[in-house]
Protein backbone atom coordinates (compact mmCIF):
# COMPACT_ATOMS: atom_id res chain seq x y z
CA UNK A 1 0.00 0.00 0.00
CA UNK A 2 1.09 3.90 -0.84
CA UNK A 3 2.40 5.41 1.82
CA UNK A 4 -0.12 8.36 0.76
CA UNK A 5 -3.08 6.17 1.10
CA UNK A 6 -1.58 4.96 4.35
CA UNK A 7 -2.05 8.34 6.05
CA UNK A 8 -5.63 8.92 3.92
CA UNK A 9 -6.64 5.46 5.42
CA UNK A 10 -4.89 6.30 9.07
CA UNK A 11 -6.65 9.83 8.55
CA UNK A 12 -9.69 8.45 8.70
CA UNK A 13 -9.69 6.02 10.82
CA UNK A 14 -9.01 8.67 13.67
CA UNK A 15 -11.96 10.79 12.41
CA UNK A 16 -14.25 7.93 12.79
CA UNK A 17 -13.01 7.26 16.18
CA UNK A 18 -13.66 11.15 17.17
CA UNK A 19 -16.43 10.82 15.65
CA UNK A 20 -18.12 7.62 17.40
CA UNK A 21 -16.44 9.18 20.43
CA UNK A 22 -18.39 12.76 19.91
CA UNK A 23 -21.91 11.30 19.11
CA UNK A 24 -21.51 8.89 21.61
CA UNK A 25 -20.39 11.11 24.35
CA UNK A 26 -23.27 13.48 23.04
CA UNK A 27 -25.51 11.10 23.58
CA UNK A 28 -25.22 10.30 26.81
CA UNK A 29 -25.09 14.06 28.10
CA UNK A 30 -28.53 14.54 26.91
CA UNK A 31 -29.58 11.34 28.31
CA UNK A 32 -27.87 12.88 31.60
CA UNK A 33 -30.25 16.52 30.77
CA UNK A 34 -32.99 14.69 30.53
CA UNK A 35 -32.71 12.93 33.60
CA UNK A 36 -31.88 15.96 35.78
CA UNK A 37 -34.95 17.69 34.23
CA UNK A 38 -37.15 15.42 35.36
CA UNK A 39 -35.30 14.88 39.22
CA UNK A 40 -35.92 18.90 39.20
CA UNK A 41 -39.19 18.13 38.50
CA UNK A 42 -39.92 14.97 40.60
CA UNK A 43 -38.18 16.91 43.89
CA UNK A 44 -41.31 19.55 43.08
CA UNK A 45 -43.72 16.83 42.81
CA UNK A 46 -42.08 15.13 45.95
CA UNK A 47 -42.75 18.47 48.00
CA UNK A 48 -46.20 19.21 47.30
CA UNK A 49 -47.11 15.32 48.08
CA UNK A 50 -45.46 16.10 50.91
CA UNK A 51 -47.46 19.00 51.70
CA UNK A 52 -50.91 17.39 50.55
CA UNK A 53 -49.91 14.11 53.60
CA UNK A 54 -49.56 17.22 56.20
CA UNK A 55 -52.85 19.03 54.47
CA UNK A 56 -54.50 15.41 55.23
CA UNK A 57 -53.06 14.63 58.70
CA UNK A 58 -54.16 18.37 59.31
CA UNK A 59 -58.01 17.57 58.00
CA UNK A 60 -58.42 14.28 59.48
CA UNK A 61 -57.10 16.02 63.12
CA UNK A 62 -58.84 18.99 63.23
CA UNK A 63 -61.73 18.36 59.96
CA UNK A 64 -60.47 21.63 58.93
CA UNK A 65 -61.90 22.63 56.01
CA UNK A 66 -59.26 24.74 54.54
CA UNK A 67 -57.02 21.89 54.30
CA UNK A 68 -58.97 20.07 52.44
CA UNK A 69 -59.30 22.88 49.65
CA UNK A 70 -55.71 22.82 50.04
CA UNK A 71 -55.41 19.47 49.21
CA UNK A 72 -57.66 19.81 46.39
CA UNK A 73 -56.00 22.88 45.30
CA UNK A 74 -52.34 20.61 45.28
CA UNK A 75 -53.93 18.16 43.13
CA UNK A 76 -55.29 20.21 40.67
CA UNK A 77 -52.24 22.06 40.59
CA UNK A 78 -50.34 18.24 40.51
CA UNK A 79 -52.46 17.52 37.37
CA UNK A 80 -51.72 20.40 35.45
CA UNK A 81 -47.74 20.06 35.99
CA UNK A 82 -48.12 15.93 35.24
CA UNK A 83 -50.00 17.12 31.95
CA UNK A 84 -47.41 20.13 30.70
CA UNK A 85 -44.30 17.88 31.59
CA UNK A 86 -45.80 14.76 30.61
CA UNK A 87 -42.96 14.70 27.51
CA UNK A 88 -39.99 15.34 29.56
CA UNK A 89 -41.25 12.71 32.32
CA UNK A 90 -42.06 10.05 29.86
CA UNK A 91 -38.55 10.79 27.94
CA UNK A 92 -37.22 10.19 31.53
CA UNK A 93 -38.99 7.19 32.75
CA UNK A 94 -41.50 6.15 30.37
CA UNK A 95 -45.42 6.09 30.01
CA UNK A 96 -45.68 3.01 32.21
CA UNK A 97 -44.44 4.80 35.33
CA UNK A 98 -45.93 8.24 34.32
CA UNK A 99 -49.01 6.45 33.83
CA UNK A 100 -49.16 4.70 37.00
CA UNK A 101 -47.95 8.18 38.60
CA UNK A 102 -51.09 9.66 37.13
CA UNK A 103 -53.17 6.29 38.05
CA UNK A 104 -52.39 6.73 42.28
CA UNK A 105 -53.17 10.46 41.63
CA UNK A 106 -56.30 10.19 40.01
CA UNK A 107 -57.18 7.45 42.41
CA UNK A 108 -56.24 10.52 45.55
CA UNK A 109 -58.72 13.01 43.75
CA UNK A 110 -60.94 10.59 43.18
CA UNK A 111 -60.86 9.88 47.16
CA UNK A 112 -60.04 13.36 48.00
CA UNK A 113 -63.34 14.37 46.19
CA UNK A 114 -65.83 12.16 47.86
CA UNK A 115 -64.82 13.95 51.18
CA UNK A 116 -67.64 15.91 52.80
CA UNK A 117 -66.03 19.36 54.82
CA UNK A 118 -68.75 19.45 56.63
CA UNK A 119 -68.52 16.11 58.43
CA UNK A 120 -65.37 13.80 59.21
CA UNK A 121 -64.70 10.89 57.25
CA UNK A 122 -65.11 7.29 58.29
CA UNK A 123 -62.67 5.07 59.30
CA UNK A 124 -62.11 3.09 56.33
CA UNK A 125 -62.38 5.95 53.52
CA UNK A 126 -59.61 7.47 55.94
CA UNK A 127 -57.23 5.11 55.29
CA UNK A 128 -57.92 4.24 52.04
CA UNK A 129 -56.83 7.65 51.61
CA UNK A 130 -53.76 7.42 53.93
CA UNK A 131 -52.97 4.08 51.92
CA UNK A 132 -53.15 5.99 48.80
CA UNK A 133 -51.24 9.02 49.77
CA UNK A 134 -48.90 6.86 50.59
CA UNK A 135 -48.50 5.46 47.38
CA UNK A 136 -48.07 8.24 45.97
CA UNK A 137 -45.83 9.73 47.63
CA UNK A 138 -43.49 6.51 47.99
CA UNK A 139 -43.49 5.99 44.19
CA UNK A 140 -42.88 9.18 43.58
CA UNK A 141 -39.83 9.30 45.75
CA UNK A 142 -38.93 6.32 44.51
CA UNK A 143 -38.47 6.85 40.83
CA UNK A 144 -36.87 10.22 41.75
CA UNK A 145 -34.33 7.89 43.75
CA UNK A 146 -33.89 5.34 40.88
CA UNK A 147 -33.19 8.28 38.24
CA UNK A 148 -30.53 9.89 40.48
CA UNK A 149 -29.01 6.25 40.74
CA UNK A 150 -29.34 6.18 36.70
CA UNK A 151 -27.52 9.66 36.22
CA UNK A 152 -24.89 8.24 38.26
CA UNK A 153 -24.02 5.23 36.20
CA UNK A 154 -24.32 6.62 32.93
CA UNK A 155 -21.36 9.42 34.30
CA UNK A 156 -19.36 6.99 35.41
CA UNK A 157 -20.14 4.86 32.04
CA UNK A 158 -19.26 7.62 29.95
CA UNK A 159 -16.27 8.09 31.88
CA UNK A 160 -14.89 4.75 31.04
CA UNK A 161 -16.14 4.92 27.67
CA UNK A 162 -14.19 7.93 27.07
CA UNK A 163 -11.11 6.42 29.18
CA UNK A 164 -10.93 3.58 26.57
CA UNK A 165 -11.27 5.74 23.75
CA UNK A 166 -8.35 7.62 24.20
CA UNK A 167 -6.16 5.04 25.17
CA UNK A 168 -7.17 3.09 21.95
CA UNK A 169 -6.90 6.30 19.99
CA UNK A 170 -3.48 6.84 21.25
CA UNK A 171 -2.30 3.04 20.91
CA UNK A 172 -3.86 3.36 17.42
CA UNK A 173 -2.03 6.41 16.91
CA UNK A 174 1.06 5.27 18.14
CA UNK A 175 1.17 1.80 16.16
CA UNK A 176 0.50 2.93 13.05
CA UNK A 177 3.25 5.98 13.45
CA UNK A 178 5.55 3.60 14.52
CA UNK A 179 5.07 1.21 11.56
CA UNK A 180 5.11 3.66 8.58
CA UNK A 181 7.88 5.55 10.26
CA UNK A 182 9.98 2.06 11.08
CA UNK A 183 9.47 0.87 7.19
CA UNK A 184 10.27 4.65 5.96
CA UNK A 185 13.38 4.51 7.75
CA UNK A 186 14.18 0.72 7.03
CA UNK A 187 13.62 1.87 3.29
CA UNK A 188 15.55 5.08 3.57
CA UNK A 189 18.27 3.42 5.58
CA UNK A 190 18.75 0.89 2.69
CA UNK A 191 18.68 3.47 -0.02
CA UNK A 192 21.37 5.65 1.84
CA UNK A 193 23.76 2.72 1.93
CA UNK A 194 22.82 2.11 -1.86
CA UNK A 195 23.61 5.78 -2.88
CA UNK A 196 26.86 5.60 -0.97
CA UNK A 197 28.03 2.02 -2.09
CA UNK A 198 27.08 4.00 -5.99
CA UNK A 199 29.18 7.19 -5.19
CA UNK A 200 32.70 4.87 -4.53
CA UNK A 201 31.69 3.02 -8.14
CA UNK A 202 29.81 0.04 -6.99
CA UNK A 203 26.77 0.10 -9.44
CA UNK A 204 25.13 -2.84 -7.32
CA UNK A 205 20.92 -3.03 -6.49
CA UNK A 206 19.21 -2.97 -3.90
CA UNK A 207 18.08 -7.10 -3.24
CA UNK A 208 14.42 -8.49 -3.41
CA UNK A 209 11.56 -7.48 -4.66
CA UNK A 210 10.46 -3.53 -4.30
CA UNK A 211 7.69 -3.08 -2.10
CA UNK A 212 4.27 -1.54 -3.41
CA UNK A 213 4.85 2.17 -2.00
CA UNK A 214 6.36 5.45 -2.84
CA UNK A 215 9.93 3.85 -0.92
CA UNK A 216 9.74 1.02 -3.42
CA UNK A 217 9.46 3.03 -6.46
CA UNK A 218 12.36 5.52 -4.93
CA UNK A 219 14.12 2.16 -4.85
CA UNK A 220 13.11 0.79 -7.94
CA UNK A 221 14.23 4.41 -9.83
CA UNK A 222 18.00 3.98 -7.75
CA UNK A 223 17.64 0.55 -9.00
CA UNK A 224 17.64 1.88 -12.81
CA UNK A 225 20.24 4.75 -12.07
CA UNK A 226 22.69 2.32 -10.54
CA UNK A 227 22.30 0.42 -14.20
CA UNK A 228 22.31 3.19 -16.07
CA UNK A 229 25.49 4.80 -14.54
CA UNK A 230 27.00 1.36 -14.77
CA UNK A 231 26.26 1.19 -18.60
CA UNK A 232 27.43 4.73 -18.95
CA UNK A 233 30.96 4.07 -16.94
CA UNK A 234 31.12 1.08 -19.65
CA UNK A 235 30.61 3.15 -22.41
CA UNK A 236 33.20 5.89 -20.86
CA UNK A 237 35.28 3.00 -20.36
CA UNK A 238 34.72 1.49 -24.15
CA UNK A 239 35.24 5.23 -25.31
CA UNK A 240 38.85 5.63 -22.92
CA UNK A 241 39.79 2.21 -24.69
CA UNK A 242 39.03 3.40 -28.08
CA UNK A 243 41.29 6.40 -27.24
CA UNK A 244 44.40 4.44 -25.89
CA UNK A 245 43.85 2.64 -29.01
CA UNK A 246 44.28 5.38 -31.04
CA UNK A 247 47.17 5.88 -29.26
CA UNK A 248 47.98 2.39 -29.27
CA UNK A 249 48.00 2.32 -33.26
CA UNK A 250 50.32 5.50 -33.18
CA UNK A 251 52.54 4.29 -31.37
CA UNK A 252 52.34 0.94 -33.27
CA UNK A 253 53.04 2.42 -36.55
CA UNK A 254 55.93 4.18 -34.85
CA UNK A 255 57.19 0.88 -33.74
CA UNK A 256 56.98 -1.36 -35.66
CA UNK A 257 57.91 0.94 -38.81
CA UNK A 258 61.28 2.10 -37.20
CA UNK A 259 62.64 -1.80 -37.52
CA UNK A 260 61.39 -2.29 -40.89
CA UNK A 261 62.92 0.77 -41.83
CA UNK A 262 66.25 -0.72 -40.39
CA UNK A 263 65.48 -4.38 -42.28
CA UNK A 264 64.58 -2.83 -45.79
CA UNK A 265 67.74 -0.22 -45.26
CA UNK A 266 69.97 -2.82 -44.58
CA UNK A 267 69.07 -5.11 -47.31
CA UNK A 268 69.13 -2.19 -50.21
CA UNK A 269 72.43 -1.23 -48.67
CA UNK A 270 73.60 -5.38 -48.49
CA UNK A 271 72.84 -5.31 -52.31
CA UNK A 272 74.70 -1.98 -52.88
CA UNK A 273 78.03 -2.53 -51.56
CA UNK A 274 77.70 -6.97 -51.51
CA UNK A 275 81.49 -6.51 -53.78
CA UNK A 276 83.07 -4.97 -51.31
CA UNK A 277 82.36 -6.44 -48.17
CA UNK A 278 84.55 -9.43 -46.49
CA UNK A 279 82.78 -12.29 -45.48
CA UNK A 280 82.32 -11.66 -41.90
CA UNK A 281 80.36 -8.31 -42.54
CA UNK A 282 78.08 -10.10 -44.94
CA UNK A 283 77.47 -11.91 -41.53
CA UNK A 284 77.38 -8.87 -39.28
CA UNK A 285 74.93 -8.02 -42.04
CA UNK A 286 72.52 -10.70 -41.78
CA UNK A 287 72.57 -10.83 -37.67
CA UNK A 288 71.24 -7.09 -37.53
CA UNK A 289 68.50 -8.44 -39.95
CA UNK A 290 67.68 -11.20 -37.32
CA UNK A 291 68.28 -8.90 -34.32
CA UNK A 292 65.45 -6.22 -35.74
CA UNK A 293 63.02 -9.18 -37.04
CA UNK A 294 63.23 -10.29 -33.17
CA UNK A 295 62.65 -6.65 -31.98
CA UNK A 296 59.17 -7.14 -34.25
CA UNK A 297 58.78 -10.12 -32.73
CA UNK A 298 58.76 -8.86 -29.42
CA UNK A 299 56.45 -6.18 -30.17
CA UNK A 300 53.86 -8.23 -31.64
CA UNK A 301 54.06 -10.75 -28.42
CA UNK A 302 53.97 -7.60 -25.94
CA UNK A 303 50.69 -6.14 -27.96
CA UNK A 304 49.05 -9.63 -28.43
CA UNK A 305 49.75 -9.89 -24.48
CA UNK A 306 47.63 -6.60 -23.73
CA UNK A 307 45.36 -7.08 -26.71
CA UNK A 308 44.14 -10.52 -26.02
CA UNK A 309 44.45 -10.64 -22.25
CA UNK A 310 44.53 -14.50 -21.06
CA UNK A 311 41.72 -15.78 -19.35
CA UNK A 312 42.11 -15.24 -15.54
CA UNK A 313 42.33 -17.93 -13.31
CA UNK A 314 41.39 -15.82 -10.01
CA UNK A 315 41.95 -17.41 -6.83
CA UNK A 316 42.32 -16.12 -2.67
CA UNK A 317 46.08 -15.86 -2.28
CA UNK A 318 47.97 -14.08 -0.20
CA UNK A 319 49.61 -10.98 -1.16
CA UNK A 320 53.01 -11.37 0.91
CA UNK A 321 53.57 -14.74 -0.15
CA UNK A 322 53.52 -13.52 -3.96
CA UNK A 323 55.75 -10.70 -3.38
CA UNK A 324 58.09 -13.67 -1.57
CA UNK A 325 57.72 -15.59 -4.61
CA UNK A 326 58.83 -12.64 -6.83
CA UNK A 327 62.13 -11.78 -5.53
CA UNK A 328 62.76 -15.20 -5.82
CA UNK A 329 62.64 -14.70 -9.59
CA UNK A 330 64.61 -11.11 -9.66
CA UNK A 331 66.73 -12.44 -7.22
CA UNK A 332 69.77 -12.60 -9.29
CA UNK A 333 69.32 -9.18 -11.12
CA UNK A 334 69.10 -7.55 -7.44
CA UNK A 335 72.81 -9.51 -6.95
CA UNK A 336 74.47 -8.60 -10.30
CA UNK A 337 73.11 -4.56 -9.75
CA UNK A 338 74.12 -4.73 -6.13
CA UNK A 339 71.03 -3.70 -4.82
CA UNK A 340 70.21 -4.02 -1.54
CA UNK A 341 66.59 -4.54 -0.28
CA UNK A 342 64.43 -4.11 2.11
CA UNK A 343 60.90 -6.09 3.54
CA UNK A 344 58.40 -4.24 5.43
CA UNK A 345 55.24 -6.54 5.03
CA UNK A 346 52.45 -6.30 7.07
CA UNK A 347 51.11 -9.37 9.12
CA UNK A 348 47.70 -8.11 9.44
CA UNK A 349 47.15 -8.48 5.44
CA UNK A 350 43.46 -9.81 4.37
CA UNK A 351 43.93 -12.62 1.32
CA UNK A 352 42.97 -10.62 -1.58
CA UNK A 353 41.46 -12.41 -5.31
CA UNK A 354 43.86 -12.45 -7.86
CA UNK A 355 45.49 -14.11 -10.81
CA UNK A 356 48.65 -14.89 -9.26
CA UNK A 357 50.48 -15.01 -12.67
CA UNK A 358 49.56 -11.75 -13.45
CA UNK A 359 50.31 -10.07 -10.18
CA UNK A 360 53.42 -11.03 -10.42
CA UNK A 361 54.14 -10.17 -13.93
CA UNK A 362 52.79 -6.91 -12.84
CA UNK A 363 55.14 -6.90 -9.72
CA UNK A 364 58.43 -8.43 -11.93
CA UNK A 365 57.91 -5.58 -14.23
CA UNK A 366 57.93 -2.71 -11.40
CA UNK A 367 61.09 -4.32 -9.75
CA UNK A 368 62.79 -4.39 -13.02
CA UNK A 369 62.01 -0.96 -13.72
CA UNK A 370 63.23 0.20 -10.22
CA UNK A 371 66.25 -2.02 -10.66
CA UNK A 372 67.00 -0.24 -13.99
CA UNK A 373 66.65 3.36 -12.53
CA UNK A 374 68.81 2.27 -9.65
CA UNK A 375 71.53 1.13 -11.96
CA UNK A 376 74.22 -0.22 -9.50
CA UNK A 377 73.86 0.49 -6.03
CA UNK A 378 70.68 1.43 -3.81
CA UNK A 379 68.22 0.59 -2.24
CA UNK A 380 64.88 -1.41 -3.25
CA UNK A 381 62.18 -1.08 -0.44
CA UNK A 382 59.02 -3.05 -0.73
CA UNK A 383 56.17 -2.45 1.52
CA UNK A 384 52.84 -4.22 2.29
CA UNK A 385 49.99 -2.53 4.31
CA UNK A 386 46.14 -2.90 4.73
CA UNK A 387 44.07 -0.39 4.67
CA UNK A 388 41.07 -0.83 6.87
CA UNK A 389 38.83 1.53 5.95
CA UNK A 390 38.70 0.64 1.98
CA UNK A 391 39.12 -2.71 2.95
CA UNK A 392 42.33 -2.70 0.51
CA UNK A 393 45.76 -3.79 0.68
CA UNK A 394 48.59 -1.86 -0.40
CA UNK A 395 52.10 -3.02 -2.08
CA UNK A 396 54.56 -0.29 -2.11
CA UNK A 397 57.88 -0.67 -4.91
CA UNK A 398 59.97 2.29 -3.75
CA UNK A 399 63.47 2.90 -5.17
CA UNK A 400 66.27 5.26 -5.30
CA UNK A 401 67.18 5.46 -8.56
CA UNK A 402 67.52 8.50 -10.83
CA UNK A 403 63.64 9.31 -10.23
CA UNK A 404 61.45 10.52 -13.29
CA UNK A 405 60.96 13.79 -14.52
CA UNK A 406 57.62 15.31 -14.34
CA UNK A 407 57.09 16.03 -17.83
CA UNK A 408 57.26 12.46 -18.52
CA UNK A 409 55.62 10.84 -14.95
CA UNK A 410 51.75 11.58 -16.86
CA UNK A 411 53.08 9.45 -19.71
CA UNK A 412 54.93 6.62 -18.41
CA UNK A 413 51.30 4.42 -18.47
CA UNK A 414 50.62 5.63 -21.86
CA UNK A 415 51.33 2.26 -24.69
CA UNK A 416 55.05 2.92 -26.46
CA UNK A 417 56.20 5.62 -23.96
CA UNK A 418 59.97 4.52 -22.27
CA UNK A 419 62.40 6.52 -20.88
CA UNK A 420 64.92 3.58 -21.43
CA UNK A 421 67.25 4.32 -24.22
CA UNK A 422 67.47 0.80 -26.30
CA UNK A 423 65.90 -1.71 -23.67
CA UNK A 424 62.48 -0.71 -23.15
CA UNK A 425 59.64 -1.80 -25.59
CA UNK A 426 57.06 1.06 -23.60
CA UNK A 427 54.46 -1.51 -23.02
CA UNK A 428 55.42 -2.70 -19.45
CA UNK A 429 53.59 0.01 -17.23
CA UNK A 430 50.66 -0.14 -19.49
CA UNK A 431 49.97 -3.86 -19.84
CA UNK A 432 50.51 -3.97 -15.70
CA UNK A 433 47.98 -0.74 -15.49
CA UNK A 434 45.79 -3.38 -17.96
CA UNK A 435 46.14 -5.96 -15.40
CA UNK A 436 45.80 -3.70 -12.00
CA UNK A 437 42.36 -2.49 -13.49
CA UNK A 438 40.93 -5.59 -14.28
CA UNK A 439 41.36 -6.65 -10.36
CA UNK A 440 39.18 -3.43 -9.46
CA UNK A 441 43.05 -1.90 -7.87
CA UNK A 442 44.73 1.47 -8.92
CA UNK A 443 48.12 1.97 -9.46
CA UNK A 444 49.77 5.32 -8.48
CA UNK A 445 53.19 6.63 -8.52
CA UNK A 446 55.22 9.57 -7.54
CA UNK A 447 59.06 10.76 -8.33
CA UNK A 448 61.53 12.74 -7.88
CA UNK A 449 64.46 13.56 -9.76
CA UNK A 450 67.62 12.48 -8.09
CA UNK A 451 65.54 10.87 -5.06
CA UNK A 452 63.97 8.17 -6.65
CA UNK A 453 59.98 6.65 -7.83
CA UNK A 454 57.35 5.16 -5.82
CA UNK A 455 54.61 2.79 -7.11
CA UNK A 456 52.53 1.95 -5.04
CA UNK A 457 49.57 -0.61 -6.14
CA UNK A 458 46.31 -1.37 -4.43
CA UNK A 459 43.99 -4.01 -4.74
CA UNK A 460 40.71 -4.97 -2.98
CA UNK A 461 40.20 -8.19 -0.19
CA UNK A 462 38.58 -11.15 -1.07
CA UNK A 463 36.24 -10.15 1.17
CA UNK A 464 35.52 -6.92 -0.38
CA UNK A 465 34.91 -8.66 -3.60
CA UNK A 466 33.20 -11.37 -1.68
CA UNK A 467 35.06 -13.92 -3.08
CA UNK A 468 37.02 -15.61 -0.19
CA UNK A 469 35.07 -18.41 -0.32
CA UNK A 470 35.53 -19.43 -4.09
CA UNK A 471 38.29 -21.41 -5.13
CA UNK A 472 38.97 -21.09 -8.72
CA UNK A 473 36.43 -18.96 -10.42
CA UNK B 1 85.72 19.52 -56.53
CA UNK B 2 85.64 18.93 -53.12
CA UNK B 3 83.14 16.46 -51.25
CA UNK B 4 79.93 16.76 -50.50
CA UNK B 5 79.33 16.58 -46.78
CA UNK B 6 75.94 14.81 -45.55
CA UNK B 7 74.80 14.40 -41.88
CA UNK B 8 72.65 11.96 -40.64
CA UNK B 9 71.02 12.02 -37.58
CA UNK B 10 68.62 8.60 -36.09
CA UNK B 11 68.00 7.58 -33.43
CA UNK B 12 68.18 3.90 -34.87
CA UNK B 13 71.41 3.13 -35.40
CA UNK B 14 71.02 1.24 -38.33
CA UNK B 15 69.67 3.87 -40.10
CA UNK B 16 72.96 5.73 -39.54
CA UNK B 17 75.07 2.75 -40.31
CA UNK B 18 73.55 2.26 -43.53
CA UNK B 19 73.03 5.82 -44.91
CA UNK B 20 76.89 5.87 -44.31
CA UNK B 21 77.82 3.01 -46.15
CA UNK B 22 75.69 3.58 -48.71
CA UNK B 23 76.73 7.82 -49.43
CA UNK B 24 79.89 7.36 -48.64
CA UNK B 25 79.86 4.26 -51.70
CA UNK B 26 78.68 7.53 -53.61
CA UNK B 27 81.05 9.74 -52.65
CA UNK B 28 80.53 11.69 -50.28
CA UNK B 29 81.54 12.55 -46.90
CA UNK B 30 78.90 11.37 -44.17
CA UNK B 31 78.95 12.25 -40.68
CA UNK B 32 75.95 10.07 -38.02
CA UNK B 33 74.40 11.11 -34.96
CA UNK B 34 72.07 9.62 -32.89
CA UNK B 35 70.56 12.35 -31.13
CA UNK B 36 69.43 16.34 -32.09
CA UNK B 37 71.56 17.21 -28.94
CA UNK B 38 74.77 16.25 -30.26
CA UNK B 39 74.45 17.33 -33.91
CA UNK B 40 73.39 20.76 -32.77
CA UNK B 41 76.49 20.62 -31.66
CA UNK B 42 78.52 19.74 -34.35
CA UNK B 43 76.62 22.14 -36.56
CA UNK B 44 77.59 24.80 -34.27
CA UNK B 45 81.68 23.49 -35.55
CA UNK B 46 81.28 22.77 -39.18
CA UNK B 47 78.43 23.00 -42.07
CA UNK B 48 77.15 20.27 -43.67
CA UNK B 49 75.74 20.45 -47.45
CA UNK B 50 72.70 18.73 -46.56
CA UNK B 51 71.40 17.74 -43.48
CA UNK B 52 69.11 13.86 -42.99
CA UNK B 53 67.34 13.82 -39.81
CA UNK B 54 64.43 11.61 -38.31
CA UNK B 55 61.37 13.77 -36.92
CA UNK B 56 60.74 11.80 -33.94
CA UNK B 57 63.69 11.43 -31.13
CA UNK B 58 63.95 12.22 -27.60
CA UNK B 59 64.99 15.92 -26.49
CA UNK B 60 65.87 17.49 -29.54
CA UNK B 61 63.65 16.66 -32.52
CA UNK B 62 63.87 16.97 -35.87
CA UNK B 63 61.17 19.98 -36.34
CA UNK B 64 64.48 21.60 -34.13
CA UNK B 65 66.94 20.87 -36.14
CA UNK B 66 65.43 21.81 -38.78
CA UNK B 67 64.90 25.09 -37.52
CA UNK B 68 68.30 25.43 -36.10
CA UNK B 69 70.15 24.27 -39.74
CA UNK B 70 67.98 27.38 -41.46
CA UNK B 71 68.84 29.70 -38.61
CA UNK B 72 72.73 28.73 -39.08
CA UNK B 73 73.22 28.01 -42.22
CA UNK B 74 70.02 29.21 -44.25
CA UNK B 75 71.30 27.05 -47.69
CA UNK B 76 71.71 24.12 -46.48
CA UNK B 77 69.26 21.58 -47.44
CA UNK B 78 66.94 19.32 -44.59
CA UNK B 79 65.43 16.44 -45.74
CA UNK B 80 62.98 14.77 -43.32
CA UNK B 81 62.60 11.12 -42.69
CA UNK B 82 60.16 9.50 -40.03
CA UNK B 83 58.40 6.15 -39.34
CA UNK B 84 55.21 7.68 -38.42
CA UNK B 85 53.95 11.18 -39.04
CA UNK B 86 50.14 13.11 -39.24
CA UNK B 87 49.57 15.53 -41.47
CA UNK B 88 50.13 18.69 -39.57
CA UNK B 89 53.63 17.64 -38.59
CA UNK B 90 54.31 17.18 -42.24
CA UNK B 91 52.47 20.87 -42.60
CA UNK B 92 54.73 22.67 -40.14
CA UNK B 93 58.20 20.65 -41.96
CA UNK B 94 57.05 22.55 -45.16
CA UNK B 95 56.57 26.11 -43.54
CA UNK B 96 60.40 25.80 -42.14
CA UNK B 97 61.19 24.73 -45.70
CA UNK B 98 62.38 20.99 -45.43
CA UNK B 99 63.07 20.10 -48.69
CA UNK B 100 62.01 16.52 -48.75
CA UNK B 101 59.78 14.27 -46.54
CA UNK B 102 60.30 10.29 -46.62
CA UNK B 103 58.46 7.81 -44.75
CA UNK B 104 59.95 4.69 -42.95
CA UNK B 105 60.35 2.46 -44.69
CA UNK B 106 62.52 4.41 -46.77
CA UNK B 107 63.51 3.45 -50.43
CA UNK B 108 67.74 4.74 -50.71
CA UNK B 109 67.32 5.46 -54.13
CA UNK B 110 64.59 8.01 -53.84
CA UNK B 111 66.54 9.46 -50.90
CA UNK B 112 70.07 9.62 -53.03
CA UNK B 113 68.02 11.26 -55.61
CA UNK B 114 66.45 13.84 -53.42
CA UNK B 115 69.89 14.68 -52.34
CA UNK B 116 71.25 14.89 -55.64
CA UNK B 117 68.55 17.41 -56.67
CA UNK B 118 69.06 19.39 -53.48
CA UNK B 119 73.04 19.68 -54.56
CA UNK B 120 72.29 20.51 -57.89
CA UNK B 121 73.80 17.27 -59.08
CA UNK B 122 70.83 15.39 -61.14
Not at chain 1, 388 to 405: H, L, P, T, V
Amino acid sequence: MKIEHKIYLSNAVHILLIVLIGSFALQNLNQILTKFRFTVIAEGLNATFLEMRLAEKNYFLYGDAEALANIRGKIEQTGTTLLQLRHDITRAVGTEKYDRLQGYLEQYAVLVASLDSDRPPDPVARHKLRQTGQNLKTFSENITALESERIGAIIVHSKNILLYSFWAVVLFAFFFSYLTVHNIGQSLRKIVDLTRSISKGNYQRIEGKPSGDEMGAVMSAINAMAGELRKREQEIVQSKRLASLGVLVAGVAHELNNPLNNISMIAQTYAEVYDGLSREERIGFMVRVDEETERLRLIIHNLLDYAKPKEQHLARAAANQVIQKILSLVQNMLDISNIRIRLLLADDLPDIYIDEHQIQQVLVNMVTNAIQAMGQGGELRLTSRYLAGEDEIEIEIADNGKGIAPEFLEHIFDPFFTTKEESGTGLGLWVSYGIIKNHQGNIRVTSQVGVGTTFVITLPSCKKLKRCDDGEA
Amino acid sequence: MAKHSIMVIDDEKIVGDMAKLSFEQDGYEVETFLNGETALKRLEERRFDVVVTDLKMKGVDGLEVLRTVKKLYPGVVVIMITAFANLEVAIEALRDDVHDFFPKPVKIKELKASIKRALGEA
